[in-house]
């Protein structure tokens, strides 16, 4: 038996190549303000490619909605400092999103620069996939930019098949089977 701390679910510590840990966790509350401080850091084309158009800021309203989720039909993940939540400085978030159909579910995912390239973007997925399987999602979807490479190729990776394109914009969609038994 390891002596390893025992993590809440969900939890997890991750050693990235460079050497960098992160733990791995859901989004709180307290993450708004490191998350509205954090956004400046962005590059221009990381939040158009996570938000499908620019901005110059997350406001007050967007931040809480981001960090109060709704437990039931939503979860979301933080890749953060091994800090207490308010103070660890967040380098990536994905969430995931139950459609009214309670079918389909969609993902979003924006992983900075500062980490991007290290397998933290396929890591996460894989945790939003498990999540939705647990919830007998059918289908899980997402938007992304015909020029965002890096994530058309790890949604191709992992499955995701393109579904329809329009106005520069690729829907990428991988069909769950809840009765597949992946638990």
């Known amino acids: 038996m390891s002596s390893r701390e025992r993590l809440p679910p969900w939890h997890e510590r991750q050693r990235l190549p460079n050497g960098r ?34 901005m110059k800021e997350l406001s007050q309203e967007s931040v809480e909605r981001f960090t109060r ?4 039909t939503e979860f979301a993940l933080v890749a953060a400092e091994p800090l207490p939540p308010g103070e660890a400085l967040v380098g990536a978030v994905a969430r995931i999103s139950i459609d009214p159909n ?7 995912i924006l992983v900075s620069h500062f980490i991007a ?18 919830k007998q999602i059918e289908r899980v979807y997402g938007d992304v930019f015909e020029h965002n490479l890096p994530m058309l190729s790890l949604a191709e ?3 995701f098949v393109r579904e329809s394109q329009q106005d520069g914009l690729v829907r990428v969609t991988l069909r769950l089977n809840p009765a597949d038994g992946d638990h």
């Open 21 to 54: 840990e992160l733990l791995i966790r859901p989004i709180r509350p307290e993450d708004a303000e490191p998350l509205r401080a954090g956004f400046s850091l962005l590059q221009p084309n990381e939040i158009r490619q996570r938000f499908l158009h620019s």
């Open 157 to 159: 990776s992992l499955g």
């Open 117 to 134: 390239g290290m397998g933290l973007g396929r890591y996460l997925m894989t945790r939003l996939v498990k999540w939705a399987r647990g």
């Open 102 to 108: 309670g079918r389909d579910a969609e993902f979003a």
């Open 69 to 72: 989720i709704q437990p039931k």
